[in-house]
């Protein structure tokens, strides 16, 4: 079964393409689901994402796609969006809309502060990554973790690291939960980090230990152009996740 649950377009404004384009492209590449998800509008924090009133423009697309390709394709209404403690009653009300929702960490609040997920700099920051990644998987409100491993963007993996990656990975057995292997970070290239020239993520120390709990791990293409759904780079992580003995699942 071919699938795709992470997906940008033109209301994140650092995408391209509608819901149609999407749609009209995962049909040409046989997919047998595809999931809408762009960045969820925020009451606070962003001014770089969908906007509030966008939102009905939105999800009125994806229905209407729906309705129009329902012979040839399944499509999924979903939105990703970071983990706050005050946001609760929000993402309960997103998520009565929704047939899913992504759990990110590109932001988070850790002792009063927001940090930045790509932007690592302290064992501090790196503890406030992972608790807040727990934190909103223990809130049942999230189909799936994005790009778990982004703190490797630029952070390395050092002995806490791998203590939190195996919390992680107990947590997620626990909760019956999904982690993405995501296909863009291969996308990006590879680059100097931390002294090693490798791939931000999918991040191998990180996926190995993974691989020991066998947690559930679901395949994304996170493309921001309808062009890219299906690219190399997602074929690439598909293998590579299959190759690499990931407890590898198709549907959320």
């Not at 979903?78 to 590109?106: C, N, P, S, V």
């Not at 973790?145 to 919390?167: C, G, I, M, V």
Request: hydrophobic residues 35%; proline residues 3%; aromatic residues 16%.
């Amino acid at each position: 079964m071919l699938t795709n649950y992470h997906t940008h377009h033109h209301f994140c404004r650092h995408a391209c393409g509608n819901v149609e384009d999407y749609v009209k492209k995962a049909i040409a590449e046989k997919y047998d689901i595809i999931g809408i998800s762009d960045h969820a509008p925020m009451p606070k924090y962003y001014n770089d994402r969908m906007l509030m009133n966008e939102l009905a423009i939105y999800l009125e697309e994806i229905n209407q796609c729906q309705k129009k390709y329902h012979d040839k394709i399944q499509i999924k209404a979903g939105l990703e969006i970071e983990y706050y403690d005050e946001f609760i009653d929000y993402y309960q009300e997103l998520k009565r809309k929704l047939d899913y929702m992504i759990l990110a960490t590109h932001d988070y609040i850790y002792k009063g502060n927001k940090h930045c997920g790509f932007f690592i700099r302290n064992d501090e920051m790196l503890a406030g990554y992972f608790e807040t990644l727990i934190k909103g998987i223990k809130s049942h409100l999230f189909a799936f973790a994005a790009h778990p491993d982004l703190f490797a963007f630029s952070y390395h993996f050092n002995d806490l690291a791998e203590e939190y990656t195996r919390k992680l990975a107990e947590v997620c057995l626990e909760e019956d939960f999904i982690l993405e292997f995501n296909a863009n970070g291969f996308r990006r290239g590879k680059t100097n980090i931390a002294g090693k020239y490798r791939y931000p993520y999918p991040y191998k120390p990180f996926w190995d230990i993974i691989k020991e709990y066998q947690v559930k791990v679901i395949v994304n293409s996170d493309c921001h152009d309808p062009k890219l759904l299906n690219d190399n780079f997602e074929k690439y992580a598909r293998e590579i996740a299959l190759s690499s003995g990931l407890n590898v699942v198709t549907t959320i």
